[in-house]
DNA sequence: CTGTTAGCGCTTTCAC
DNA sequence: GTGAAAGCGCTAACAG
C-alpha cells in the first residue's frame, strides 16, 4: 500500500491534522522543529498525497478535459500539445476526448468529463454542429456549471472565453497577396459554407477584392469540404474558369489542387499559382512549397489552456476574446505576374 | 449542486444504501416494485455518479495513462487515436502525458498518474533512454505497483505486456523488394544507433542482403536521427558511393533525401530509388509518391489499451507480446532495374 | 501549538 | 428487503 497521512501520524505521533496543516503549508503557529519532523517522516516514508481523495474534499482534481474532434488530424494535435505543455508546466492533468465530430458523443463527452470531476474544459466544438446543436452543448455546459473555454469558435452571448483566429485577415491576406502579385481571375476552395471560419476567410477575401476594385465572380466559388478529394473536384471545375490561381481554404485541399494540376501537366506556379492555409508543416516539403497563411495553433493550445487555469484559479467570470493574427507563409507556389 | 446519492434517499425514502444497490445491480433481494422507483427517481433528478467519490472507496478511476514523447508527432497521433477510441468505447478515461523525451518528465508522469488513480499506464519510452534509465521507469511503475504495457519496444523480464511491430522483418521486405527489383548498392539511413527498433531494421536489412549473396558493406550505413536534416546529410554522404538505391528508416529523414536528391537533380527512382518506413499519410502525396515499410499504428493503439483494460479488468498476470507485422506500400519511388 | 471532529459522495458488510 | 455504520484519504473548522 502506498503511505497514506495516517501513516505519517503513526510514524511522528502527531495527529493527521497536524500533518496536513504542515504538508500543506497552512501550519503558521506549528514550531519549525516539529514542521521539520513532519517533512523529514513524509519524504522518508516517500508519500504522496492522494489526489482522488483530494479531489473528493476540495471539489478540485486539478484536471482539464480537452474536448477536439480527433488527435490525429494535424490541426489538433499541434493544438493539444500546447495544451498539454502548458498544464504540465502548472501541475494540471489533461483528459484526452476525441469526438469525431460526433455530437452525440460530444454532449457525452461533457458529463464524462464533469462526472470525473475536472474542473473546466477546453472545447474544440464538432465541425456539424448547427445553431441547435451548438446551444444543445452549451447548454449541458451551462447545466453543469462546468467552465470552460471555446477554441476556435466565438459565440456571441456565450459566457465563456474563446480563442479564434481572424480568418476575415487571413482571407484578406492571402487575397491581397495574390491580387498584389497581379492576378485577377482567382479560384476560391473554400470550407463547407456552414462553418464560420470558412464564411470569415471568404468575407476577407471579397474584402480584398473589393478594396483592389476586382469584382467578385461566384462562379470563381467553389465550396469545398476541407479534404484532398474536394481540391481536386475544384480544380477539376475550374479548368473551364481561366483563372490564373487559386486560394484554397486549408492545406489540404491545396494538396487536392496541387495534385490534380499535376495530372493536368498545368505548371504551378506558372500556369497557375496556388496558395493554402493553416500551414501544416508538409507544406513545406511539396516540391513547390506552398505558399500559405499559417495558424499559430500551438500558441491558441497554449493561451486556451493558460486562460482556462486562470479562471479555475482566480474563480474569475471576465470573459475574454483572444484572438490570433495568421500570418502570411511566403513560398513558391505564388507567382508574380507583374515583375517578370 | 449536482444530485447526489443522498438525495435520491430523501427524496425516495431509501436509504443510501439501498439506492447504491439498485443503482449497481447489486439488488438481489430488492423487489422491483422499489428498484423502479429508485432508478425512476435518478432520472428524474438526473442522477451521475461522482466518479471521484466511487474512484476513493473502490480505489479503481476506470482511468488510463499514455505516456509518449510528443502528440504532435504523426506516429504519436495516430497511436494516441487508437487509445482513445479504444478507451472511449470502453468507458475507460484517457489522461495525456507528453515526455517530449524527456527521461525526467517521465519519472514525473508516472508518479503524477498514481498520485491521480490512474489504473494503468500506456507507456512509450523516450528515445533517449539507455539501460539505466530504463530500469530506473521500470523500477518507478514497480514500486508503485501500477499495472502498464510498453509500446513500440519490448524488454526481456520486464514483467509487462508489450505491443511490437517486427522491425526485422520490416528491413527485410523492404530490402528484399530493392533487391528483387534488382539494386545491389543499397544505401541505408538508419535511426540513432542506441534504438532498438533501428537495429532491428538493420539486422533485417542485412538479412535479405545476405539472402540474395550481396555482400555487406559498412561505408553504405549513414547513421541518422531520423529527421529531415540527417537525411540531407545522408544524399551528401552517398553521392560518392555509387549506390542505385536509398532505404531511409523512416519517412521524415526519407523527405530529407527526397529533397536533397532532387537539389542534385537526381531523378527519383531512375537515377536513384528512394524505399521509406513508417507511411505517413504525407509520403501518398509527394510529386513521387514514397514506397514505404507502413506500420500499424493506429492499431497497435487499440491494441494496447485492449490489452491493458483486459489485464486491469481481470487482473491477469499473464503478459502478452503483441507483434504487428510491418507491410510494404509500393507506390513510386522504387525503379525496376531488372524488367525495364 | 495540536488534536478532535465532521464530512466530501460513495460502497459494502452486517444486523434487523 | 432494507438501513445503520464504517471507511476510502484527506481537509478544515473548532476546541482546548
Redesign the interface.
Known amino acids: 500500500m502506498?503511505t497514506t497521512i495516517k501513516d505519517i501520524a503513526n510514524y511522528t505521533g502527531f495527529s493527521v491534522a497536524t500533518i496536513s496543516l504542515v504538508l500543506n503549508n497552512k501550519a503558521e503557529k506549528i514550531p519549525d522543529s516539529t514542521k521539520k519532523k513532519i517533512k523529514d517522516a513524509a519524504k522518508e516514508l516517500n508519500y504522496?498525497?492522494?489526489?482522488?481523495?483530494i479531489?473528493?474534499v476540495k471539489k478540485r482534481?486539478q484536471?482539464i478535459g480537452?474536448v477536439i474532434s480527433?488527435?490525429?488530424?494535424?490541426f489538433f494535435?499541434?493544438l493539444?500539445?500546447g495544451v498539454?505543455?502548458t498544464c504540465?508546466q502548472q501541475g494540471w492533468?489533461?483528459?484526452?476526448?476525441?469526438t469525431n465530430d460526433d455530437h452525440e458523443?460530444e454532449l457525452s463527452y461533457i458529463?464524462?468529463l464533469?462526472?470525473?470531476?475536472a474542473d473546466g474544459i477546453l472545447f474544440c466544438m464538432s465541425k456539424d454542429s448547427d445553431k441547435k446543436k451548438t446551444q444543445e452543448s452549451l447548454q449541458l455546459l451551462k447545466s453543469?456549471k462546468m467552465p470552460f473555454i471555446m477554441i476556435d469558435r466565438y459565440i456571441e452571448n456565450a459566457n465563456c472565453s474563446s480563442v479564434v483566429v481572424d480568418h476575415m485577415k487571413g482571407g484578406y491576406i492571402a487575397t491581397e497577396y495574390l491580387l498584389e502579385s497581379g492576378h485577377r481571375r482567382i479560384g476560391c476552395i473554400t470550407g463547407p459554407n456552414n462553418l464560420e471560419d470558412s464564411m470569415e476567410r471568404l468575407r476577407g477575401h471579397q474584402k480584398a477584392l473589393w478594396k483592389y476594385g476586382v469584382p467578385y465572380d461566384e462562379r470563381l466559388i467553389f465550396e469545398g469540404k476541407y479534404d484532398?478529394e474536394s481540391g481536386e473536384r475544384a480544380v477539376k471545375y475550374f479548368l473551364s474558369k481561366n483563372i490564373t490561381a487559386i486560394f484554397s481554404f486549408n492545406d489540404m485541399s491545396a494538396?487536392g489542387a496541387y495534385?490534380e494540376l499535376?495530372k493536368h501537366k498545368i505548371k504551378i506556379p506558372n500556369e497557375i499559382s496556388l496558395i493554402g492555409y493553416d500551414d501544416i508543416f508538409?507544406s513545406e516539403?511539396?516540391?513547390v512549397p506552398l505558399t500559405t497563411v499559417r495558424q499559430p495553433v500551438?500558441d491558441m493550445g497554449v493561451a486556451g489552456a493558460k486562460q482556462l487555469i486562470e479562471e479555475l484559479d482566480n474563480k474569475t467570470e471576465s470573459y475574454r476574446k483572444i484572438l490570433f493574427q495568421p500570418k502570411l507563409i511566403i513560398r513558391d507556389s505564388v507567382a508574380d505576374l507583374l515583375h517578370t
Open positions: 502506498r504522496h498525497p492522494n489526489q482522488v481523495a479531489g473528493l482534481t484536471t480537452l480527433d488527435v490525429s488530424n494535424t494535435s499541434m493539444t500539445k498539454e505543455d504540465r492533468n489533461l483528459i484526452l476526448c476525441n458523443r458529463q464524462v464533469a462526472d470525473q470531476g453543469l484532398r494538396y495534385h499535376k508538409f516539403i511539396l516540391d500551438y
